[in-house]
C-alpha cells in the first residue's frame, strides 16, 4: 500500500474503532444500531484488504460529521486532491458544507477547501464563484484574493487580474508590485495585437507607474511608437532601458531596425548601450554594423578591444569566424577546428535562467515556465552569457 492510502487507512480505522467502540459501548443497541456497527467492521475489512476507495464511500455514507470528526473529514478531503481524486475531495467537501448544524468556522473552511478542489480538477466558474463570495470573510479573504489571481492568470483575464493585483496590493504594498505590473504589459501587447498604439502606451504608462524597473513596458511602449510613427520617442523607451537593467537590452536588438531611421542611428545606439553594460548581443550587433560598413578586419578589431575589457565566449567565437573567412591552408584548418569547438560550447551555454527555480532557457520569459513567477528570469552574465 502507497503512503497515502496507508494514511487513510489509518484515519478510516481509527474513526472506525472509534465510532464502533462508541455503538457497542451503548447498554442496548438497536437494530439500526448494530446495521451500523456491521457495516464499520465491513468498512475495517476493506481497509485491511487495502481497498481504501471502496473505504472512503462506506466512511463518507457512514460516519456523521460533527465538531468531534469533521477535522479528520477534511485531512482525508486534503489527501484526496493531493492524489488528483478531485471528485471525492469535492464530495467530502460538500458534504461538510451542506452540514448547518456545524460552526460557520468550519462550513467557511469547507467553502475554501471545495473552491481548491474546483481549480485543481479545471472547473474554473464555480472555482470564481466560491472564492469571490470569499471576499466577504475576513478570514479568508486573502487567500481567496491570491487564488482568484492564479485563477484569472490562468485564463488570461488581464483585466480581471490587475483588479485583484490592485486590491492585494493595498493590503500587501511589496508583494504584488512586479505582478501588476507585468499585467499592465499584457494589456499593452492585446492593445498592441489589435493596432491600439494608444491604448497601448496607456498600458504602459500604468505598468512603469506601478514599477519603475519593468524593462517589458518600455520594449511595449517603443513598438508602440513605431505604429505612431514616433521613432525619436521609440529611440527614448529603449534608452530607458539602459537604466533598468542594461543587462536586457538584447531584447531590444531585433527593433532597432524600426526603431533608427538609418544604420548611424542603430551603431550610436549600440555604442550607448554598451558604454551602460549590455552585453554580448549588443556587442555582436555593432561589430556586425562595423562589419557591414567598414569591412572584416574593423569588425575584428573592435572584439578584440572588447574581449580585452570582459571576456565572452560569444564574441570569441564571432571573432575565430571572421578569421576563418580570411585565412587559407593549415591555419584556416586550425581556426575552422577552434571556431567548431567554441560554437559547441556557445550552444551547450544557456543563455537565461530563473532566479527563483533554476530553470534555464534560450530565450527571454517575463514568466518562468517551470515555477510561474514572475520577473525571476534573467540573462546569465559572464564569460558565458551577456
Known amino acids: ?6 494514511i487513510i487507512g489509518l484515519i478510516f480505522a481509527a474513526l472506525l474503532i ?33 481497498e481504501p476507495d471502496k473505504a472512503i464511500d462506506l466512511f463518507v455514507e457512514l460516519i456523521k460529521v460533527d465538531n468531534d470528526t469533521v477535522e479528520t473529514h477534511f485531512a482525508l478531503g486534503n489527501l484526496y486532491r493531493q492524489r488528483g481524486e ?25 467553502q475554501y477547501e471545495l473552491g481548491l478542489d474546483y481549480f485543481q480538477a ?3 466558474d464555480r472555482a470564481e464563484t466560491i472564492f469571490s463570495e470569499q471576499l466577504k470573510d475576513n478570514f479568508y479573504r486573502q ?17 480581471k487580474a490587475v483588479a485583484v493585483a490592485s486590491e492585494l496590493r493595498r493590503e500587501l504594498p511589496t508583494d504584488f508590485v512586479p505582478v501588476l505590473a507585468h499585467f499592465y504589459c499584457e494589456l499593452a501587447e492585446n492593445h498592441l495585437a489589435k493596432r491600439q498604439p494608444d491604448k497601448a502606451l496607456a498600458m504602459c504608462a500604468a505598468s512603469l507607474e506601478v514599477d519603475g524597473k519593468n524593462v517589458r513596458a518600455n ?29 536586457l537590452f538584447s531584447e531590444a536588438i531585433p527593433m532597432l531596425a524600426d526603431v533608427c531611421e538609418n544604420p548611424d542611428q542603430q551603431e550610436a545606439l549600440l555604442t550607448e548601450a554598451i558604454r551602460a553594460g549590455a552585453g554580448a548581443s549588443s556587442v555582436l550587433a555593432l561589430a556586425e554594423k562595423k562589419r557591414q560598413t567598414l569591412g572584416d578586419r574593423a569588425a575584428g578589431e573592435f572584439l578584440i578591444a572588447q574581449l580585452k575589457t570582459r571576456p ?24 575552422q577546428l577552434l571556431s567548431e569547438v567554441l560554437l559547441r560550447l556557445n550552444s551547450e551555454a544557456h543563455r537565461f535562467h530563473c532566479q527563483r527555480c533554476g530553470f534555464h532557457g534560450s530565450q527571454m520569459y517575463w514568466r518562468c515556465p517551470t515555477c510561474k513567477t514572475w520577473n525571476s528570469v534573467k540573462p546569465v552574465t559572464g564569460i558565458v552569457g551577456e
Open 18 to 50: 472509534f465510532y464502533a467502540g462508541k455503538q457497542f459501548g451503548k447498554k442496548r443497541q438497536s437494530r439500526k444500531s448494530a446495521e451500523t456497527a456491521r457495516r464499520y467492521f465491513k468498512g475495517l475489512s476493506y481497509v485491511l484488504n487495502e
Open 1 to 6: 500500500m502507497g503512503m497515502i492510502p496507508a
Open 219 to 247: 520594449l511595449i511602449a517603443a513598438q508602440a511608437h513605431v505604429l505612431h510613427g514616433e521613432r525619436d520617442a521609440a529611440r527614448d523607451s529603449l534608452r530607458a532601458i539602459l537604466q533598468q537593467d542594461p543587462t
Open 312 to 335: 565572452s565566449l560569444r564574441e570569441l567565437h564571432r571573432l575565430v569566424e571572421l578569421h576563418v573567412a580570411n585565412a587559407s591552408g593549415s591555419t584556416k584548418e586550425s581556426l
Open 143 to 159: 487567500s481567496a484574493l491570491k487564488m482568484l489571481l492564479q485563477l484569472y492568470q490562468k485564463t488570461k483575464e488581464w483585466d
Open 86 to 110: 478531485t471528485e471525492r475531495a469535492i464530495r467530502i467537501h460538500q458534504n461538510i458544507y451542506n452540514r448547518p448544524a456545524l460552526p460557520e468556522a468550519h462550513r467557511s473552511h469547507a
Open 122 to 124: 479545471g472547473i474554473l
